[in-house]
């Protein structure tokens, strides 16, 4: 599935600015990943682009309506790690596409989200910082912290090192993703 297909889905079921954007930035963050470990970025790309899309349309069908859908159209890796990304779920994470992509979605939410309340936005944002506002229970209170943990353990990446990485994609995509 290129790109392009996959982004016409996308905008066939999603259309709020925020969760369009939450899915570009989950797109160029398991991009980034694809290419770090050597796998298909451009499916890694695709994943990430399409792991809430049908969110907005069919809430209480997410995410089996989008995985269906990619499954009939033979796309039964982005479909299974789509499936995966949320461990209450119960879905076993068999490759390192699954892995990944629970590790992005949750922490790269939360990131955004420090970057909203920083005045200087995604500038100097640290792991630290990062790190202190996860602490902070009342802060984006929706994101699921145990999720975070899971993913990171699942990936088998450093704490540091994986804010580390998605801030850095963040950053370079800051004035796209208006942050």
């Not at 290419?35 to 994943?47: L, M, N, S």
């Not at 159209?73 to 119960?90: L, P, Q, R």
Request: with cysteine; proline share 2%; charged share 30%.
């Amino acid at each position: 599935m290129t790109r392009e297909e996959a982004r016409t889905i996308l905008t066939s079921m999603t259309k709020g600015d925020s969760l369009l954007r939450h899915a570009r930035s989950v797109e160029l963050v398991m991009e980034a990943y694809g290419k770090h470990f050597g796998e298909d970025a451009e499916e890694w790309a695709v994943t990430g682009m399409l792991h809430d899309a049908d969110y907005e349309a069919y809430p209480e069908e997410h995410p089996n309506r989008i995985v269906n859908m990619l499954n009939e159209m033979g796309e039964n890796k982005i479909a299974h790690a789509i499936s995966a990304h949320y461990t209450k779920w119960g879905v076993s994470y068999d490759t390192r596409l699954d892995k990944a992509l629970l590790a992005c979605d949750e922490l790269t939410g939360f990131i955004i989200a420090c970057c909203q309340v920083r005045p200087e936005s995604i500038e100097g944002l640290t792991a630290k910082s990062v790190k202190k506002k996860l602490k902070t229970k009342g802060f984006a209170a929706k994101v699921e912290r145990d999720e975070i943990e899971a993913g990171i353990e699942k990936l088998g990446v450093e704490l540091d090192a994986h804010i580390e990485f998605i801030i850095n994609v963040l950053y370079t995509n800051r004035v796209e993703l208006s942050i």
